[in-house]
């Protein structure tokens, strides 16, 4: 099953949505694979939003994500999870956002969107390899492995 790089961005921690974030995840059914807090250099910041340098609100979404107020860091495997999780996470503008994802729950302004989600499988190696060492990917079955992914 595929990898998708998740960031509850400094907004979720300052206003203490990590916990409720990580739940929709887990209990998705998703497995947490990584996870770290850290405050991103702008270098890392940068590479990251690299595809948007061009526009208008980058420099000011580089010095959100880098304000120094940490971001949570995570990748999250299992069945379609780089799909499902751009449905948890929803519309970029949260005016747009379906009321049930969390950008759609607890954000209103696309400058504080709270979370990122990758949006491809070419964009979620991509960040996985940016933000993480393989040596901080975990391998383990959880317990409930079976029961999410059987389709028998
Ligand atoms: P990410 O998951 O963060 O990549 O968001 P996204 O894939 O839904 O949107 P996109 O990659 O196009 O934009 C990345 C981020 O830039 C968004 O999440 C917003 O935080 C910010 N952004 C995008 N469009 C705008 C805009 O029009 N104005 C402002 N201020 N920020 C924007
Ligand atoms: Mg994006």
Do not use: C
């Amino acid at each position: 099953s595929e990898r998708s790089f998740v960031m509850i961005k400094p907004d979720g921690v300052s206003r203490q949505l990590v916990g409720k974030i990580i739940t929709r995840f887990e209990e998705r059914g998703y497995k947490l694979v990584a996870v770290k807090s850290l405050t991103p250099s702008p270098a890392l910041a940068k590479e990251h939003y690299i595809d948007l340098a061009s526009r208008p609100f980058y420099k000011g979404l580089v010095d959100y994500i880098t304000s120094g107020t940490p971001v949570v860091a995570m990748v999250w495997e299992g069945k379609d999870v780089i799909r499902q999780g751009r449905r948890i996470v929803g519309a970029t503008n949260p005016q747009e956002s379906d009321p049930g994802s969390v950008r759609g729950q607890y954000a209103v302004s696309v400058g504080r969107n709270l979370i990122h989600a990758s949006d491809s499988f070419d964009s979620a190696s991509k960040e996985i390899e940016l933000w993480f060492a393989e040596s901080e990917l975990a391998e383990y079955k959880p317990t409930t492995w079976d029961w999410v992914m059987a389709d028998n």
